[in-house]
C-alpha cells in the first residue's frame, strides 16, 4: 500500500471545523508536515509538528499526532471560503531530507 | 525568509524543443533542491535530488538523459526537459531544504508541450 494515505475530498460549511486525515507507514518519520496548495500553484508549508509532540496550536489550525497508530490530522477552526485547496502532509525520515507526500486531501469550502 | 523563486510559472513549447525550468533561493543557500513533478489531481512525484556540485540523483524511473539536472552554485538550480513531448506535459514544482525553516517550494511552473 502507498505509505502516506490521505481521503481525497472534504466538503464543509464556512465557520465550521474542517479535520483533515492522514495515516502513514514509517515509524522512523521524524517531522510530519501539512501543506497547502492552491491552484496553478506551488506548496505553502502550513504547520508541522515533531515526532515526540502529540498536539501543536498555531491560531486556527490544530495538529494532532498519534504516533502509536501512525496517523495525522489536522483541524482549521472557523473554516473560510480561502482555505478551499489542496492539503498534503507528508513526513520526513530521520536520515536524509526527502519528503514523502500523501496524496492530498482536496477541502471545499461552500458559502 | 527562505524563499524560492521558480521561472517560468507557465510554457509552452513545441514538441521536440527544450524548455529549462530555473529554481533560484533569494535569501539562502540551498545545498540540496528537490525537484517534483505533479499530474493533474495527483500528488507529487519526487524526480529527482540535486546537491550543488555533484551529480543529481534521479527516482527510479525518470529518465536521466530527458530531465537534466544542474546545480552548479548555493543559488542556483536547473531542470531542463530536452526534446519535449506531449507526455512531458505537466507541472513541476522545486523544493529546496532551508535547514531552519524546513522545506520551502517554488511556485511551479506548468509545462504544455504541443
Known amino acids: 500500500g502507498e505509505d502516506v494515505e490521505q481521503s481525497l475530498f472534504l466538503s464543509v460549511r464556512e465557520g465550521d471545523s474542517s479535520v483533515i486525515n492522514c495515516t502513514y507507514t514509517?515509524?522512523?518519520?521524524?517531522?510530519l508536515y501539512w501543506y497547502k496548495q492552491e491552484p496553478g500553484a506551488g506548496l505553502q508549508l502550513l504547520t508541522y509538528i515533531f515526532s515526540n509532540m502529540d498536539m501543536k496550536q498555531d491560531q486556527r489550525l490544530t495538529v494532532l499526532l498519534n504516533k502509536k497508530d501512525k496517523h495525522l490530522s489536522l483541524r482549521i477552526a472557523d473554516t473560510q471560503t480561502g482555505d478551499s485547496a489542496i492539503y498534503f502532509c507528508a513526513y520526513k525520515r530521520g536520515a536524509g531530507n526527502m519528503l514523502t507526500f500523501g496524496g492530498g486531501t482536496r477541502l471545499m469550502v461552500k458559502p | 525568509g527562505a524563499v524560492v523563486s521558480q521561472h517560468p510559472s507557465r510554457v509552452i513549447c513545441k514538441s521536440g524543443t527544450s524548455v529549462k525550468i530555473e529554481c533560484r533561493s533569494l535569501?539562502?543557500?540551498?545545498?540540496?533542491m528537490f525537484w517534483y513533478r505533479q499530474f493533474p489531481k495527483q500528488s507529487l512525484m519526487l524526480m529527482a535530488t540535486s546537491n550543488e556540485g555533484s551529480k543529481a540523483t534521479y527516482e527510479q524511473g525518470v529518465e536521466k538523459d530527458k530531465f537534466l539536472i544542474n546545480h552548479a552554485s548555493l543559488t542556483l538550480s536547473t531542470l531542463t526537459v530536452t526534446s519535449a513531448h506531449p507526455e512531458d506535459s505537466s507541472f513541476y514544482i522545486c523544493?529546496?531544504?532551508?535547514?531552519?525553516?524546513?522545506?520551502?517550494f517554488g511556485s511551479g511552473t506548468r509545462l504544455t508541450v504541443v
Open positions: 523544493s529546496a531544504w532551508t535547514g531552519n525553516h524546513g522545506y520551502t
Open positions: 514509517d515509524s522512523s518519520s521524524t517531522y
Open positions: 535569501d539562502f543557500q540551498a545545498t540540496t
